[in-house]
Structure formats: structure tokens, C-alpha cells
């Protein structure tokens, strides 16, 4: 009965290689989210996304793309995955704009 | 735009004391207010959060915050601490409308001694 899930929660992989996180929420929220935090513990928004509006945050490289098949799931694809791109992955959801907001438990990802 | 600054990356405290962690924001608007912890290896948990309405916040754990709009401050204290809230704190402010996505600051480490 978790709330918000991703999946895996290790990943390891080689430079150059295309990898997907998954997410999916059954809390019923309209909107999910994408943050990175990295080895300072310092989390930035990715990518915030509902029926009506994908926003993304600018600093993001387009090698990151989300891609989201309902409203209950907001995957994480990366293409060419680079060294600086290891950190934890966090999905969130949250309804009714940020009155309730939960996190995933993390995707820990690491590039050698 | 919304900002959040904590001051102390890091707030050593033996167990029973006491503990106050710090949070400033700056915003231009009314502001929605939370705190969030992370247990090791684990995802963020929402501690409490500020709307509206009183300024003293109680949340789980036997935590507390109280807004303070003048000095623009969302301190989070807990009276006794125990060695399970060893944790990284995170202060966290979002303004009513928009896009709603919360800005976090950088995290307080606390670290409960025996």
C-alpha cells in the first residue's frame, strides 16, 4: 500500500547508457514531480508535471525526459548518462497544489 | 521569487537536550511553510506544515515550528530529543497559486549523542 513507488531503488550503470526510473502514485493526486539531490543533500526540482502542464526546470539537461503514460505514473528517462549525473532521484505527487505532498522513497543512481 | 536559507548544515545535541533548527525564507508574497525529514537511506517525511491560522505548528514526533512573519523565520524546536531523530532536517516554502512547487533549503543535519 505504498503511497508513492519507484522503482529500482539502486541503480548502476556505465557511461553512455540510456536508463528509465519508474514512479507511480496511488494517492490519486494530479500532480507528480521529479527532484535531484545531490551528494550535498541539496534537493532541485526537475520537473513538475499534471493533465495540463509540464514545467520544467531550465537547468536541466535535455538528456532527461519525463515521460508519464497516466496520471497515476511520471517515469524518468535519461539518455546518455554522464558521471555528474549520480544522485538520489526523488518522485512526488501532491493534490491540491501543495497542501499535500508526498515523496517516493528514492532512486539511488551511480555512473561509473 | 522564494528562497529558504538554514543555518546550521550541522547541529550536534545530546540526547534529552533540547533543539531549535533554523529556517529563513524570503518571498514576496504570503507563504506556505514545512518541514521535512530524511531517515537514512529513506525518502522525505512530512513533519508539519504552516497554511494559515496559528502560528505555533505542532507536527509528528513531538516536533514543533512557529511562524514568525516580522523576523520571516520558521523555526523548528523539539523540547527532548531522542537518538532516532538523528536525521538531515529540511525547511522547505511554496507561495499559494502557481505552480506550487516548493523551494527546499540545503538541510540541517541533526546528530543526537547518547
Known amino acids: 500500500d505504498t503511497a508513492v513507488s519507484q522503482t529500482p531503488k539502486y541503480l548502476v550503470t556505465q557511461m553512455g547508457n540510456d536508463k528509465s526510473i519508474k514512479c507511480e502514485q496511488n494517492?490519486?493526486?494530479?500532480?507528480m514531480y521529479w527532484y535531484k539531490q545531490d551528494s550535498k543533500k541539496f534537493l532541485k526540482i526537475m520537473f513538475s508535471?499534471?493533465?495540463?502542464?509540464?514545467?520544467i526546470n531550465e537547468t536541466v539537461p535535455n538528456r532527461f525526459s519525463p515521460k508519464s503514460p497516466d496520471k497515476a505514473h511520471l517515469n524518468l528517462h535519461i539518455n546518455s548518462l554522464e558521471l555528474g549525473d549520480s544522485a538520489v532521484y526523488f518522485c512526488?505527487?501532491?493534490?491540491?497544489?501543495?497542501?499535500?505532498?508526498?515523496f517516493g522513497s528514492g532512486t539511488r543512481l551511480t555512473v561509473v | 521569487a522564494q528562497s529558504v536559507t538554514q543555518l546550521d548544515s550541522q547541529v550536534p545535541v545530546f540526547e534529552e537536550a533540547p533543539v531549535e533548527l533554523r529556517c529563513n525564507y524570503s518571498?514576496?508574497?504570503?507563504?506556505?511553510l514545512f518541514w521535512y525529514v530524511q531517515y537514512p537511506n529513506q525518502g522525505l517525511q512530512l513533519l508539519l506544515k504552516?497554511?494559515?491560522?496559528?502560528?505555533l505548528v505542532k507536527g509528528i514526533n513531538g516536533f514543533e515550528a512557529e511562524f514568525n512573519k516580522s523576523q520571516t523565520s520558521f523555526h523548528l524546536r523539539k523540547p527532548s530529543v531522542h537518538i532516532s531523530d538523528t536525521a538531515e532536517y529540511f525547511c522547505?516554502?511554496?507561495?499559494?497559486?502557481?505552480?506550487?512547487?516548493?523551494?527546499f533549503g540545503r538541510g540541517t543535519s541533526l546528530i543526537v549523542h547518547p
Open positions: 494517492l490519486g493526486h494530479d500532480t
Open positions: 512526488a505527487s501532491s493534490q491540491d497544489g501543495n497542501r499535500r505532498y508526498t
Open positions: 522547505a516554502v511554496s507561495e499559494p497559486g502557481g505552480s506550487y512547487i516548493p523551494t
Open positions: 504552516y497554511l494559515s491560522g496559528s502560528t
Open positions: 508535471y499534471n493533465n495540463k502542464e509540464l514545467i
Open positions: 518571498s514576496s508574497v504570503s507563504v506556505y
